[in-house]
């Protein structure tokens, strides 16, 4: 009985044991199980999270392109804009630009957990702001049709730093972006490892414990389930990104494409443009050669006749030799101002504004614009504005006037009246130049497209349709502005009208009387003048007339031995205080000439003498040094000279 109990405890005892054994095996298990759920699942979040951050890099690159492609849009539909002035590429480069503001607006939102992209997105949105504003200002321009304004400023904007800025900016967010990607990567890869260990042990230990196993295998089934779809999803998306890389990256092509043929268009416009322009002028220029010739040949009659009959008389009656050498004089300078206006009119230069008296520049060109409207039309000038003058370009006024006075004339068809009238506004702050015509008018239609760059009404090969386009480019950046009115049949008026700037009188009483009376002084110093001139009559004529202005001139018939003049002369204790210098010579040119001697002698004062108009080029090749034109008078060379030797003034005479 006692065994019995004694089992019976036993039993009990081994029971209990067992139960506890039971219960801490099943403990272990479930801490053993629930540390490897735990651990799955933490696995399973950080692949999701890097899931996420694949997803997230994907999209910024991706919207980093698409506001690329936009802002290349943009700037495509605004150079189509600015160059054809159609109203939809402005429509289209207003979306393009918004488009881009939007792709700019989910970026930031994007990059906001970085602090780098961020700081890369606020730069980037700066330099759009800014560029913004110059891409709307040109904008602004085509939408009123200021051709070339919107022109001039796409040009500046296409150049502007901003843009390659920009372009640094969008680069450097895909590269960074890109670093992240591939970081990201290799998180995701070591995550995807982690599962997958995760889950070995967990399968290891579901094969000891069945319940546990069915637990662990319906679990497993699931995160198994949901990795297949995760895995799905994700070549899916790696391969919508793949392709959405390859499209943006032909599109960015096409769109370069696009952008490098719009600039080579824009430039070949340019330059045809520039081309129709001195055709034109010089078109113009052939048709006043008719009437100049006549006008040459009065002249020559006139010196030539002078000349002949002072020889005549010079020793049997000189005062009446002196009255017929004044009359060929005269001549000689009314041909060499009409041929010195010919060939300025037909230069090829920028603007280069002047205060210029607008009644005694019209009176001037008078003559010109008879010779070209004919002699069958009455030219009749009004000039009110007497003393006023304005900042401007004094040839491009005349080229403004005389493409008004051509169109006049083909209005009349060669017969009529032609008035040029100046006025001003009561105050003396702006004046009007009228040029009013008897001719057929405009209709309503032709006079609203008047100012159209290359419209014409006239037949093919008559005209390049510039001129009136020329003419309100020219009050435009004048500061003023052109007004048209025309009926048909009775005629029409054009007004430029422009600001006035202080008047000779004005001119005059702000002028510094110290500086005349240095300049008197100047002038009536004795100076020693180096004469460079390789051709020998007018080497003669112009050491003579320096000579009868009091100063000491040396001749230098050839370039090449000038140098080695002021060096003697240096080693002999003196110098020269000037060096008159002729422009084209054989050999070596005069700007060449002096720049050889400008490296010994830099404070060398230099006067050049030319008969040759050149152009803008040219005319920068002589530097800061004055210029006289050929054919002078006395009076002209002793000008030129003064105005030398003032800022000779401001040094010595150049000694060694």
Request: glycine share 8%; proline share 2%; with cysteine.
């Amino acid at each position: 009985m006692f065994e019995r109990d004694h089992d019976s405890e036993t039993d009990q005892r081994r029971e209990r044991l067992r139960v506890w054994l039971t219960i801490g095996v099943a403990t272990i298990l479930a801490g053993v199980v629930a540390a490897l759920l735990l651990l799955l699942s933490r696995a399973n979040d950080n692949y999701d999270r890097s899931l996420g951050w694949q997803t997230q890099s994907l999209e910024v690159i991706s919207q980093t392109r698409s506001l690329d492609a936009a802002l290349a849009r943009a700037e495509a539909a605004l150079g189509r804009f600015a160059v054809g002035l159609q109203k939809e590429d402005g429509r289209v480069f207003e979306q393009q630009w918004g488009r881009a503001r939007q792709y700019l607006v989910q970026l930031d939102r994007n990059v906001r957990d970085n602090r780098q992209q961020s700081a890369l997105v606020d730069q980037l949105t700066d330099e759009m702001d800014d560029r913004g504003l110059r891409l709307g200002d040109a904008a602004l321009s085509a939408n009123y049709n200021q051709t070339v304004a919107a022109i001039s400023k796409y040009h500046a904007a296409g150049h502007d730093q901003a843009l390659i800025r920009i372009d640094k900016l969008l680069t450097q967010i895909i590269n960074n972006e890109r670093g992240l990607l591939r970081e990201r990567n290799r998180l995701a890869a070591a995550d995807r490892a982690s599962l997958n260990q995760a889950i070995l042990l967990f399968s290891l230990l579901g094969a000891g414990a069945a319940m546990l196993a069915i637990g662990a295998g319906f679990s497993f089934v699931r995160a198994e389930g949901e990795r297949r779809i995760a895995r799905r999803e994700q070549l899916a998306e790696t391969e919508r990104a793949m392709q959405l890389e390859a499209a943006v990256a032909a599109r960015t092509a096409e769109l370069g494409e696009a952008n490098l043929a719009l600039r080579s268009e824009m430039s070949e416009r340019e330059a045809a443009e520039a081309q129709l322009r001195q055709a034109q002028k010089m078109e113009a220029v052939g048709q006043l050669t008719g009437g100049i010739a006549h006008d040459f040949n009065n002249m020559l009659a006139v010196v030539v006749g002078g000349v002949e009959l002072a020889q005549r008389w010079l020793t049997e009656a000189p005062d009446k030799a002196q009255r017929h050498l004044a009359n060929a004089l005269d001549g000689a300078n009314r041909a060499a101002d009409l041929t010195r206006r010919l060939l300025t009119f037909a230069r090829a230069e920028p603007a280069r504004p002047e205060t210029t008296v607008i009644d005694e520049c019209i009176a001037a060109f008078a003559e010109l614009i008879e010779r070209t409207i004919g002699d069958r039309i009455a030219l009749t000038l009004d000039l009110q504005a007497t003393g006023l003058a304005c900042w401007l370009d004094r040839q491009q006024f005349e080229n403004a006037l005389l493409n008004l006075a051509v169109n006049a004339r083909d209005a009349m068809e060669g017969h009529g009246a032609l008035t040029i009238r100046t006025l001003d506004d009561g105050d003396q702050k702006a004046l009007a130049v009228e040029v009013i015509d008897t001719g057929c008018g405009m209709a309503p239609d032709v006079l609203d497209r008047v100012f159209d760059p290359f419209y014409t009404t006239k037949p093919a090969g008559q005209g390049t349709g510039l001129g009136m386009s020329q003419v309100f480019a020219f009050c435009r950046q004048s500061g003023g502005e052109v007004q048209i009115a025309s009926t048909e049949g009775e005629g029409t008026r054009v007004a430029m009208l422009l600001p006035v700037a202080k008047s000779r009188a004005d001119a005059a009483v702000d002028g510094d009387p110290l500086l005349s009376a240095a300049s008197q002084d100047t002038a009536a110093e004795t100076l020693d003048i180096l004469v460079v001139e390789d051709d020998q009559r007018v080497l003669a004529a112009t050491v003579d007339a320096v000579g009868e202005l009091g100063h000491r001139a040396v001749a230098c018939d050839n370039p090449l031995d000038a140098e080695a003049l002021v060096e003697g002369r240096l080693a002999a204790g003196s110098g020269f205080d000037l060096v008159l210098s002729d422009v084209l010579m054989p050999e070596l040119t005069g700007p060449e000439m002096v720049a050889r001697l400008k490296q010994r002698w830099p404070d060398l004062p230099v006067l050049f003498v030319t008969g040759y108009a050149g152009d803008a080029s040219e005319e920068a090749s002589f530097g800061d040094h004055d210029v006289l034109r050929k054919p002078f008078t006395l009076t002209a060379l002793e000008q030129a000279i003064r105005r030398s030797g003032e800022v000779r003034s401001e040094g010595q005479r150049l000694v060694g």
